[in-house]
């Protein structure tokens, strides 16, 4: 149900951005947010957004300032603008959905959404 799009390679300091839609026509999550994984790491939080209302967005501590989430509510789809890209940015990206609302501390757990993305991967060249 949830479709990424966008990664690809990049040199340090550069720009990527990517796109997630959740298709179905009944599914309309109340949270959407980004998770990435390095090899040999588990996978963790990037940003999180809320999808409906004022939108409000959550960011891990060593995105913030570089990373962007923005939302198009008509087309259930999030967004991921990455600015600044560092080597140690290189991971598969994955999109994930929350159908109920969360507290923003529980939003940092993979366990506490519902549906993934197939992961889309992003290289950042140094």
């Known amino acids: 149900q949830l479709q990424a799009s966008g990664g690809g390679l990049v040199q340090a300091g550069g720009s990527l951005g990517l796109s997630c839609e959740a298709s179905a026509r009944t599914f309309r999550p109340y949270h959407m947010g980004w998770f990435r994984q390095a090899p040999g790491n588990e996978r963790e939080f990037v940003a999180a957004i809320v999808l409906s209302g004022g939108g409000r967005a959550y960011y891990t501590d060593s995105v913030k300032g570089r990373f962007t989430i923005s939302r198009d509510k008509a087309k259930n789809t999030v967004y991921l603008q990455m600015n600044g890209l560092k080597s140690e940015d290189t991971a598969v990206y994955y999109c994930?959905?929350?159908?109920?609302?969360?507290?923003?501390?529980?939003?940092?757990?993979?366990?506490?959404?519902?549906?993934w993305g197939q992961g889309t991967l992003v290289t950042v060249s140094s």
């Open positions: 994930a959905a929350r159908a109920g609302r969360a507290i923003a501390v529980l939003l940092t757990y993979a366990r506490e959404y519902d549906y």
